[in-house]
């Protein structure tokens, strides 16, 4: 991966990260307290996946903050199983990924038999 390619990769990651913490920052406006300290969310099932979003964000964010780390490395971008360079293409559609797509495809045909 040349040093151009891993630094458009990160810009991709970055948005990402930036993303997040603008819908997470909306998101407390709206589900916390309001100035008398009422819930804004009264519906338990809404308040629910109201908190499940939050908490999948939470992971995401994580995540990509990982991921920013392992760029940082020598053996980014290098599929954990095969050894071998996953295609710069892929890493700019799922750049958490850690498999390239042969690898990939042969584990989801395994867990489907
Ligand atoms: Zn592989």
Redesign the pocket.
């Known amino acids: 991966m040349t040093a151009e390619q891993l630094s458009r990769l990160r810009e991709i990651v970055q948005a990402e990260i930036n993303e997040i913490v603008q819908a997470v920052a909306v998101w407390r406006d709206c589900n916390g307290q309001d100035e008398n300290g009422v819930q804004r969310i009264q519906d338990h099932t809404a308040r629910m996946s109201s908190l499940e979003w939050k908490y999948g964000m939470d992971r995401r964010f994580q995540e990509l903050l990982r991921l920013l780390c392992r760029m940082e490395h020598d053996d980014f971008g290098v ?1 954990e ?4 360079d996953i295609s710069i293409r892929r890493l700019e559609l799922l750049p958490t990924t850690s ?2 797509s ?2 990939m495809g042969r584990r989801e045909t395994a867990r489907a038999v």
Do not use: I, S, V
């Not at 199983?81 to 071998?84: A, F, P, S, Y």
């Open positions: 599929c199983e095969c050894g071998e498999f390239c042969t690898c």
